[in-house]
């Protein structure tokens, strides 16, 4: 009954089309802190122009350093804090005892699915935002941790899945979180512009409403937040809601490689000895615009970046708008985290919008959900090799 309760719910979103920007920078001074609350302690940054070496502010440890440090370290302070106890509520106990026990031939049950999904975020084989869908992400992050367990990778959802997922982080994937007045203090844009001329003109491209923020902050679709608290007003600080307890610490180890599989629309991180540490989905260029081929490397790591549209070095937007610098935030074109490679204008970013990560065509670069961005942008350093595989199959 509780089952079919969430099942009734738990909506469904559709995906339209975007983009991914290419972005340059150089090195710049430190400016002073935006209005909004940082989604990471970096300090920030403000970019224009060609890629250069770190950016003041933003050095990235050399990855040929001997040092177990090397790895930002840091917590990312958009995460939650974990919860010691599931949540009471019955959408939420739905997902809590949700299995495949009941009907093993039929389609996993949306409570079984959110389930998995924040299992495997948690391990990170990120599924892209928890949203209870089967889609391409899952099955992929799914594949994932079989290949790193060493199992058959199928990309099916199975008993053997869920049982090596639980047994390794038996903790309860749901909690209870009261809205706090940080959550709120926003500032919010109720619409965010679309167009990089519109986008220039605010100081700070921030979330459009507390909903999409905390969303994020969650690792969820704003739809599955909504599901589980039909009644509640997220805009106000001190109500109580349902939410998911994905993952918030750093990788197992220390990340000696990065793989952009561009047929599995794929990012990979891997240790020395060729584990993969943590697997991201990604939209990786596009048919009309490739990403790069090759090997190269990482440049400079930066938290909150700004972006600049300079059409004199892009082959994309409105030219006769000239150059435009667009603030930092977490809907700007490369969201909240930006890892420069060696490839001039190329990087691996976050993006203002998840659902649409691994989905849509890129302009070259190699776009993540903001908070997979930040788990890589603190896992790496200055110089760790970044290849590039396989060919883009959908533009």
Known sequence: MRQALAL???????????????????????????????????PRTTLAGAPVASPQGASVPDASANSQSSPVAAADANAPTTAVAASVDPRAKAIETSDLTAGRRAAPSQPLLVKLEVLLDRAHFSPGPIDGRNGENLRNAISGFETAKG???????????????????????????????????????????????????????????????????????QALLRALNPKADFSVAGTPIVAVRPGTGDLDG??????????????????GGGKVLAAFPATVGSTERPAPSGEWAVKTVVHDPDYSYDPKRLTFGDA?????????????????TWIALTVPTYGIHGAPDPLKVGKTASHGCVRLTNWDAALLGRSVAKGTPVGFVGRTVKS
């Open 8 to 42: 009734t719910l738990l909506a469904s979103l559709g995906v339209s089309l975007a983009s991914c920007d290419d972005f340059s920078h150089p090195a710049s001074a430190a400016r002073p802190a935006s209005p909004a609350p940082a989604p990471l302690p970096a």
């Open 151 to 221: 199992l058959p990778a199928d990309g099916k959802v199975d008993e053997t899945v869920l049982q090596a997922l639980a047994s390794a982080d038996p903790g309860p994937v749901t909690q209870d979180y009261v809205i706090t007045a940080q959550d709120e203090k926003g500032p919010f844009l109720a619409v965010v512009p679309s167009g990089f001329e519109a986008l220039a003109k605010l100081k700070y491209v921030g979330y459009a409403t507390p909903l999409e923020a905390l969303a994020e902050k969650f690792h969820m679709s």
């Open 254 to 271: 220390r990340v000696a490689r990065i793989e952009v599989d561009k047929t599995a629309n794929q990012v990979r991180a891997l240790d």
């Open 320 to 336: 006769s708008k000239g150059a435009l610098r667009i603030a930092p935030g977490p809907n700007n074109p490369v969201g909240s």
